[in-house]
Nanobody
């Protein structure tokens, strides 16, 4: 069973930056769409950013537009979420997810679309 391994969370002051990474545990797991989601205490898990299987298309939620960027390091087979200008309301557990099937140019924003999930990494933004 493929696992997604996340890293990069932590505590940061408002206005700061963090870089989250997500890599599959198996090197043969190469072609997939990826999404980043977050879940704050008492709230539902919400879509943050997604990248298509081809890597050509990306999208981010309106709440993080202009601050967060999703990308993929093809050489390292790693998904990246770069978070700038962080706000206290960005505090949450962040999860990466991967979807193997589906169209190469589609971005999936629903949690039900994804086959594999990371364990989650905590992001805390202090004011």
């Amino acid at each position: 069973q493929v696992q997604l391994v996340e890293s990069g969370g932590g505590l940061v002051q408002a206005g700061g930056s963090l870089r989250l990474s997500c890599a599959p545990s198996e090197r043969t797991f190469m072609t997939y769409a990826m999404g980043w989601f977050r879940q704050a205490p008492g709230k539902e898990r919400e879509f943050v950013a997604g990248i298509s299987k081809s890597g050509v298309r990306t999208d981010v939620a309106d709440s993080v537009k202009g601050r967060f960027t999703i990308s993929r390091d093809t050489a390292k087979n790693t998904g990246i979420l770069l978070m700038n200008s962080l706000k206290p309301e960005d505090t949450a557990v962040y999860y990466c997810a991967a979807k193997v099937s589906g169209l190469s140019s589609t971005i999936y924003s629903n949690t039900l679309n994804y086959d594999y999930w990371g364990q989650g990494t905590h992001v805390t933004v202090s004011s």
